[in-house]
T-cell receptor
Framework: DTAVSQTPKYLVTQMGNDKSIKCEQNLGHDTMYWYKQDSKKFLKIMFSYNNKELIINETVPNRFSPKSPDKAHLNLHINSLELGDSAVYFC??????????????FGDGTRLSIL | QQQVKQSPQSLIVQKGGIPIINCAYENTAFDYFPWYQQFPGKGPALLIAIRPDVSEKKEGRFTISFNKSAKQFSLHIMDSQPGDSATYFCAALSWGGKLIFGQGTELSVKP
């Protein structure tokens, strides 16, 4: 019973292409996030949505566009992929955005490789 | 001010040893400090967390020590096992649910 699931797990594509990563959570959480983990394993938040509303947009290039059709889904669309976009992208969710008792649950990531 | 600094970058201990990972922060507005454990090919998983009004929290073999005045906190793993070998991240919770992560510590526990 996967709590936060991402697809695909691996994505290999050419520079300049457009791709999407999907995320779904079955925890009944209100808030969802996208994080990027670089080759040195550094994790940085990109976006968060609370009940389909954008809360955090962490100075990510416009080529990245999150879309939340409902509070259980947060997809990430990336236009004109660049070499520097190669990374592991993690989706996460939490019950609320505030309050320390709302841990964030992470998916297993999507490894994006740009050729 | 939004940074969390973590050390060491890597750590090797023998089975049964007590690895200690340290983190420091600047922003006093942070009010929740979780530790995450990540195995290869998996997402980070919450291990243990603490609020700044508590100086120590223990869950099983994992203990967080928190020094509010020094703005430092650390993770101790008692009786470490080879299965504890993973990357550990400290983090601090900022506005809007934004987790600010440390740089990570790759722990290897030798049998």
């Amino acid at each position: 019973d996967t709590a936060v699931s991402q697809t695909p797990k691996y994505l290999v594509t050419q520079m300049g292409n457009d791709k999407s990563i999907k995320c779904e959570q079955n925890l009944g959480h209100d808030t969802m996030y996208w994080y990027k983990q670089d080759s040195k394993k550094f994790l940085k938040i990109m976006f968060s949505y609370n009940n389909k509303e954008l809360i955090i947009n962490e100075t990510v290039p416009n080529r990245f566009s999150p879309k939340s059709p409902d509070k259980a889904h947060l997809n990430l669309h990336i236009n004109s992929l660049e070499l520097g976009d190669s990374a592991v992208y993690f989706c996460a969710s939490s019950l609320q955005t505030t309050g320390g008792n709302q841990p964030q649950h992470f998916g297993d990531g999507t490894r994006l490789s740009i050729l | 001010q939004q940074q969390v600094k973590q050390s060491p970058q890597s750590l090797i201990v023998q089975k049964g040893g007590i690895p200690i990972i340290n983190c420091a922060y600047e922003n006093t507005a942070f009010d929740y400090f979780p530790w995450y454990q990540q195995f290869p090919g998996k997402g980070p998983a919450l291990l243990i967390a603490i609020r700044p009004d508590v100086s120590e929290k223990k869950e099983g073999r994992f203990t967080i020590s928190f020094n509010k005045s020094a703005k430092q906190f650390s993770l101790h793993i008692m009786d470490s096992q080879p299965g504890d070998s993973a990357t550990y991240f400290c983090a601090a919770l900022s506005w809007g649910g934004k987790l600010i992560f440390g740089q990570g510590t790759e722990l290897s526990v030798k049998p």
